[in-house]
Antibody, heavy 120, light 107 residues
Framework: QVQLQESGPGLVKPSQTLSLICTVS??????????WSWIRQPAGKGLEWIGR???????NRNPSLKSRVTLSMDTSKNQFSLQLTSVTAADTALYYC????????????WGRGTLVTVSS | SSELTQSPSVSVSPGQTARITCSGD??????THWFQQKPGQAPILVIY???ERPSGIPERFSGSSSGTTVTLTISGVQAEDEADYYC???????????FGGGTKLTV
C-alpha cells in the first residue's frame, strides 16, 4: 500500500482559498490502479467525500462542492492537490487525502489528516 | 439516489453480535465497503466489496448484502471494537463516492 501525507495551512480566512497538497510515497501517482481522493470530516461529524482525480486527468467532485473544488496532480513531485475557494466556517474540518482503488472504488490508503480551520 | 442511510447508534454487550446496516438505492448495483474509525485516528477498512475481509482484520468481522441493504456483522464483539463505523459506496452512475452518516458502536 502507498503512504500519503497531507500538507498545507492550518488556518484560512473566510472567503479565501484553501489549498492542500498530498504527497504520495511507496508508489507512483501515475499508476492506473488508483484514484487520488480528498475526504473531510468536521469535528464530531461524519466523513464527506470531496472529490477524486485519475491519472487520465478525469475528475469527479461532490455535487455540493463542485463549483468550488479544483483537483490537480504534479507527477514530477508525486503529489496531488486540492483547492477549495470561497471558504466559510462550514469548511472547517480534518482533511484527508486517500488512495482509492480503480475498479471497486475502495479507499485503500488514508493520510493521517490535516486540520484546517476557517477563521478571521 | 445519492444517499446512504445508517442508524446512528448500536449498543451491545461484550461477546454479543452487533449488526450495522447501510441502505441506499445504488447498493443493489454498486459495491459497499466498511470502515472503522476510532477517536483521533484515520478510518480503517474492515470489509470491502460487500463481503471481503482485508488481511489483518479479525474473522469476527463479516459483511452481507441483500438488495439495497448491506450489513456489517461483528460476532463476539470485544471492547476494542467500540468505534464509529461508516459504509462507503458510489452513486448509480459511478461518478460520486457516497458515505453513510456513520454508526457509533458502544460495547
Amino acid at each position: 500500500q502507498v503512504q500519503l501525507q497531507e500538507s498545507g495551512p492550518g488556518l484560512v480566512k473566510p472567503s479565501q482559498t484553501l489549498s492542500l497538497i498530498c504527497t504520495v510515497s511507496g508508489g507512483s501517482i501515475t499508476t492506473d490502479n488508483y484514484y487520488w481522493s480528498w475526504i473531510r470530516q468536521p469535528a464530531g461529524k461524519g466523513l464527506e467525500w470531496i472529490g477524486r482525480i485519475y491519472i487520465s486527468g478525469t475528475t469527479n467532485r461532490n455535487p455540493s462542492l463542485k463549483s468550488r473544488v479544483t483537483l490537480s496532480m504534479d507527477t514530477s513531485k508525486n503529489q496531488f492537490s486540492l483547492q477549495l475557494t470561497s471558504v466559510t466556517a462550514a469548511d472547517t474540518a480534518l482533511y484527508y487525502c486517500a488512495g482509492t482503488l480503480y475498479g471497486d472504488n475502495r479507499i485503500e490508503s488514508w493520510g493521517r489528516g490535516t486540520l484546517v480551520t476557517v477563521s478571521s | 439516489s445519492s444517499e446512504l442511510t445508517q442508524s446512528p447508534s448500536v449498543s451491545v454487550s461484550p461477546g454479543q453480535t452487533a449488526r450495522i446496516t447501510c441502505s441506499g438505492d445504488a447498493l443493489s448495483i454498486q459495491y459497499t465497503h466498511w470502515f472503522q474509525q476510532k477517536p483521533g485516528q484515520a478510518p480503517i477498512l474492515v470489509i470491502y466489496k460487500d463481503t471481503e475481509r482485508p488481511s489483518g482484520i479479525p474473522e469476527r468481522f463479516s459483511g452481507s448484502s441483500s438488495g439495497t441493504t448491506v450489513t456489517l456483522t461483528i460476532s463476539g464483539v470485544q471492547a476494542e471494537d467500540e468505534a464509529d463505523y461508516y459504509c462507503q459506496s458510489e452513486d448509480s452512475d459511478g461518478n460520486s463516492v457516497l458515505f453513510g452518516g456513520g454508526t457509533k458502536l458502544t460495547v
